[in-house]
């Protein structure tokens, strides 16, 4: 009989007890996320996750004493392999690339947060980002701005097999769903992936989406 993987350990951090209480029934709801710890400010946050025991953060954007955004660069100094997930109200790309400038690799709207933290949390944990549709389409303006600029593209550096792998990438497929497409072990899948990332001298999904639009892998 094998062994079921270790469950994600959550650290959860709102200043709303009553929102606390409902991203944890939504998250302890799976059988592989257990939330170990709760916040109400950002400073708590960051002294809990120092501590030790606690794989991924979520953060609500506007705490008390220290908002998410600088707890989040904060643990991100402190233990750079913990996962960050930002909680926020604010549909607005300014706050989405702030998220992902203090180190966090997902950004969920609080008013889907019931659809979409279960998918954050897992990819964050499996080294992706989530992308939530606005999100995409800022990055999507950001670089057809660069083209505008007359930023030059990079040159090719990428294997035909190495393409396909940021293509289904870029289209928000997972590393196992990329496995089954591409007929790979899920193992081959993330060398390619971490192959690429150091081709390119890129950091994570985010940069592969914004390379895979200019090199017009995928549709703007």
Excluded: W
């Amino acid at each position: 009989m094998s062994t079921p993987p270790p469950r994600i350990r959550v650290l959860l951090a709102d200043d709303h007890e009553i929102v606390r209480s409902g991203l944890r029934a939504a998250l302890e709801a799976e059988p592989d996320i257990r939330v170990v710890a709760e916040a109400a400010d950002g400073f708590e946050a960051v002294q809990k996750a120092a501590a030790g025991g606690v794989d991924l953060a979520v953060l609500d954007i506007a705490m008390p004493r220290m908002t998410g955004l600088q707890a989040a660069a904060e643990m991100h100094r402190r233990r750079p392999a913990l996962r960050v997930v930002m909680l926020s109200v604010h549909d607005d790309e300014r706050y989405f690339f702030e998220a992902l400038k203090a180190g966090a690799s997902g950004y969920v709207l609080k008013s889907a947060a019931n659809r979409d933290l279960v998918d954050a949390c897992r990819a964050s944990m499996h080294g992706e980002t989530f992308l939530y549709p606005p999100a995409v389409a800022a990055i999507v303006r950001d670089y057809l701005d660069g083209i505008a600029r007359g930023e030059d593209l990079p040159a090719e550096l990428l294997s035909a097999r190495e393409m396909e792998v940021v293509k289904l990438i870029a289209e928000g497929h997972s590393g196992d769903e990329i496995a089954a497409q591409l007929v790979l072990s899920t193992k081959t899948v993330e060398r390619h992936r971490a192959n690429i990332l150091a081709k390119l001298e890129l950091r994570n999904r985010v940069d592969l989406t914004r390379y895979a639009i200019r090199r017009g892998l995928v549709e703007p």
